[in-house]
T-cell receptor
Framework: DSGVTQTPKHLITATGQRVTLRCSPR?????VYWYQQSLDQGLQFLIQ???????AKGNILERFSAQQFPDLHSELNLSSLELGDSALYFC?????????????FGPGTRLTVL | TQLLEQSPQFLSIQEGENLTVYCNSS?????LQWYRQEPGEGPVLLVT?????EVKKLKRLTFQFGDARKDSSLHITAAQPGDTGLYLC???????????????FGQGTILTVHP
């Protein structure tokens, strides 16, 4: 158990819909990272937040957005969903703004778009 | 864009055999990490290597970071069925950039160890 929690575990929805994925980082960690894992693209970095502020962006689509709240939990919002958005979405946390050495991953949310 | 090429993509071996997984790039990384991921779970960090030429051992696993910090290898001695899983390497951008936590992951190696 990494200490990072993600809900829901599974999500099944239809094309065009909007969903929200939630992540609670390890106690004390200020950084939250979101990743997408698909069979063809592998594990891709989406976005990072540190103490409520966006810090780095990766391959995140404009239809996707994220935020980190004062209690440090984070939400990833996916809208106008397409079949190709079906994937595993992971969040990870670390305790330093620029720390790339110790990111702890949550169990992931499996999104299926029908 | 920093890319990491991981090989082989699939590895199927018998219990007791040795194996090596490679992670190569044309880019320099400030550190390189190895993760193991089991089906339905998130990646679990195995090790981080930071210094060029560094070798780290974790029981039967040996990790090496290339002298130029562009490549790494994972060697498993006397593999066991419990080693089965997806192994991922991930590189951290060079210090001083604005990439912060943007880890670049390799495509992964699916290892199956048969009893």
């Amino acid at each position: 158990d990494s200490g990072v929690t993600q809900t829901p575990k599974h999500l099944i929805t239809a094309t065009g819909q909007r969903v929200t994925l939630r992540c609670s980082p390890r106690s004390g960690d200020l950084s939250v990272y979101w990743y997408q894992q698909s069979l063809d693209q592998g594990l891709q970095f989406l976005i990072q937040y540190y103490n409520g502020e966006e810090r780095a962006k990766g391959n995140i689509l404009e239809r996707f957005s994220a935020q980190q709240f004062p209690d440090l939990h984070s939400e990833l919002n996916l809208s106008s969903l397409e079949l190709g958005d079906s994937a595993l979405y992971f969040c990870a946390s670390s305790d330093r703004e620029t720390d790339t050495d110790t990111q702890y991953f949550g169990p992931g949310t499996r999104l299926t778009v029908l | 864009t920093q890319l990491l090429e991981q090989s082989p993509q699939f590895l199927s071996i018998q219990e007791g055999e040795n194996l090596t997984v490679y992670c190569n790039s044309s880019s320099v990384f400030s550190s390189l990490q190895w993760y193991r991921q089991e089906p339905g779970e998130g990646p679990v960090l195995l090790v981080t290597v930071v210094t060029g030429g560094e070798v780290k051992k974790l029981k039967r696993l040996t990790f090496q970071f290339g002298d130029a910090r562009k490549d790494s290898s994972l060697h498993i001695t006397a593999a066991q069925p419990g080693d089965t899983g997806l192994y991922l390497c991930a590189g951290a951008p060079n210090a001083g950039g604005t990439s912060y936590g943007k880890l670049t992951f390799g495509q992964g190696t699916i290892l199956t160890v048969h009893p």
